[in-house]
């Protein structure tokens, strides 16, 4: 789907793909000057964070590991509770390395906090995060972003990875649902 061509499906672009390109190449570039001669480890969160790790890792110039994991959050609807379990693990040890979890987005920071504890525990010479976007309701969190893409505003929005109901992650841009699609007000 273009930028020009929304559908009925979006009701606006958020992120335009150019400006989202530009902000990972901002985003290698801060990652690239702290990690110099480190041996650096992205910790990608399935499936929100495929874009943004993907063209991350391809706009770095630090040699770069990459892992998965993936986790669900258990929540009512589109909000999460804390209560995470484990859907898929790192398939490496991470034992004093230099780790730098990458997501998509922090909405409450339950998701991230708990991933947190949970990889610190395994003993990683260093642990930071890169999220793309970050909703208002995380400022909350004690959640330390060492490197963010971009504050939004506290919408759902899909693309770029984002889905609703597995639909949308395609999407080379970010943009907000139309209400009628998840069920609001507007149609
Ligand atoms: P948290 O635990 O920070 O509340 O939830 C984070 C997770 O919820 C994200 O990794 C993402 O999967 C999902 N999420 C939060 N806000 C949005 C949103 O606006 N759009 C989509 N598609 N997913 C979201
Ligand atoms: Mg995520
Ligand atoms: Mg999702």
Redesign the pocket.
């Given at each position: 789907m273009d930028e020009k061509d929304l559908g009925a499906d979006l009701s606006k672009v958020l992120i335009p793909e150019d400006d989202l390109q530009a902000k990972v190449r901002e985003l290698a570039a801060q990652i690239d000057a702290d990690y110099a001669g480190k041996d650096l480890l992205l910790v990608g969160?399935l499936k929100?964070a495929v874009m943004i790790m993907a063209d991350l890792a391809r706009a770095l110039h630090t040699p770069a590991s990459m892992d998965w994991m993936a986790v669900s959050?258990y929540g009512s609807g589109?909000?999460?509770s804390g209560v995470v379990r484990i859907l898929k693990d790192l398939d490496t040890d991470i034992l004093d390395r230099h780790v730098l979890i990458v997501?998509?987005?922090?909405?409450?920071?339950?998701?991230?906090s708990w991933l947190i504890s949970n990889l610190r525990s395994r003993g990683p010479a260093s642990l930071e995060i890169c999220a793309l976007l970050r909703?208002p309701e995380?400022v909350r969190t004690e959640i330390d972003c060492r490197y963010l893409g971009f504050d939004i505003p506290n919408?759902?929005?899909?693309g770029y990875g984002?889905?609703?109901a597995e639909k949308y992650r395609n999407l080379p841009f970010v943009g907000t649902l139309a209400p009628h699609v998840y069920g609001g007000t507007g149609s």
């Open positions: 969160v929100g959050s589109t909000k999460s997501e998509d987005i922090i909405d409450s920071g339950l998701t991230l909703k995380a919408e759902f929005v899909v984002l889905d609703y």
